[in-house]
Protein backbone atom coordinates (compact mmCIF):
# COMPACT_ATOMS: atom_id res chain seq x y z
CA UNK A 1 0.00 0.00 0.00
CA UNK A 2 1.69 3.43 -1.20
CA UNK A 3 1.60 5.97 1.64
CA UNK A 4 2.09 8.69 -1.46
CA UNK A 5 1.13 8.41 -5.56
CA UNK A 6 1.03 10.77 -8.33
CA UNK A 7 -1.45 13.37 -8.77
CA UNK A 8 -2.86 12.57 -12.58
CA UNK A 9 -4.07 15.78 -13.10
CA UNK A 10 -1.14 18.37 -12.04
CA UNK A 11 1.77 15.48 -11.56
CA UNK A 12 1.99 16.79 -7.34
CA UNK A 13 2.55 14.55 -4.55
CA UNK A 14 -0.67 12.75 -3.28
CA UNK A 15 -0.64 11.33 0.25
CA UNK A 16 -2.77 8.69 2.15
CA UNK A 17 -5.39 9.90 4.40
CA UNK A 18 -5.29 8.69 7.20
CA UNK A 19 -1.20 7.89 6.83
CA UNK A 20 -2.01 5.27 9.34
CA UNK A 21 -3.50 1.66 8.34
CA UNK A 22 -6.97 1.22 9.73
CA UNK A 23 -7.16 -0.62 13.43
CA UNK A 24 -8.10 -4.26 12.07
CA UNK A 25 -5.68 -3.69 8.80
CA UNK A 26 -6.68 -3.33 5.28
CA UNK A 27 -9.27 -5.40 3.40
CA UNK A 28 -10.23 -5.65 -0.03
CA UNK A 29 -12.92 -3.91 -1.39
CA UNK A 30 -11.79 -0.96 1.28
CA UNK A 31 -11.15 2.21 -0.29
CA UNK A 32 -8.40 4.90 0.48
CA UNK A 33 -8.55 8.65 -0.11
CA UNK A 34 -5.18 10.51 -1.28
CA UNK A 35 -4.68 14.06 -1.44
CA UNK A 36 -3.08 16.27 -3.65
CA UNK A 37 -0.88 18.70 -1.50
CA UNK A 38 -0.33 20.85 -4.48
CA UNK A 39 -3.77 21.26 -6.37
CA UNK A 40 -5.85 19.90 -3.27
CA UNK A 41 -7.64 17.11 -5.61
CA UNK A 42 -8.76 14.04 -4.16
CA UNK A 43 -8.32 10.16 -4.92
CA UNK A 44 -10.44 7.32 -3.93
CA UNK A 45 -8.84 4.09 -4.68
CA UNK A 46 -10.22 0.49 -4.02
CA UNK A 47 -7.90 -2.07 -2.60
CA UNK A 48 -7.59 -5.53 -4.79
CA UNK A 49 -5.62 -8.54 -3.79
CA UNK A 50 -2.79 -6.90 -5.67
CA UNK A 51 -2.32 -4.34 -3.55
CA UNK A 52 -2.59 -6.37 -0.49
CA UNK A 53 -0.36 -8.75 -1.58
CA UNK A 54 2.16 -6.13 -2.49
CA UNK A 55 2.09 -4.73 0.90
CA UNK A 56 2.57 -7.78 2.84
CA UNK A 57 5.43 -8.83 0.80
CA UNK A 58 4.43 -11.45 -1.67
CA UNK A 59 3.69 -9.82 -4.70
CA UNK A 60 5.85 -10.41 -7.63
CA UNK A 61 8.92 -8.11 -6.58
CA UNK A 62 9.22 -9.85 -3.25
CA UNK A 63 12.23 -11.88 -4.83
CA UNK A 64 13.64 -8.98 -6.66
Sequence with gaps: M???????DCGGSCHRMPLEP???????????????R??????????????LADAAGDGPDRFA
Excluded: K, Q, T
Excluded at 2 to 8: M, R, W
Excluded at 22 to 36: H, I, T
Design 2 to 8: ADSIVCV
Design 38 to 51: DCHDMWYLELHEDD
Design 22 to 36: PELGWAVGDVVAYRC
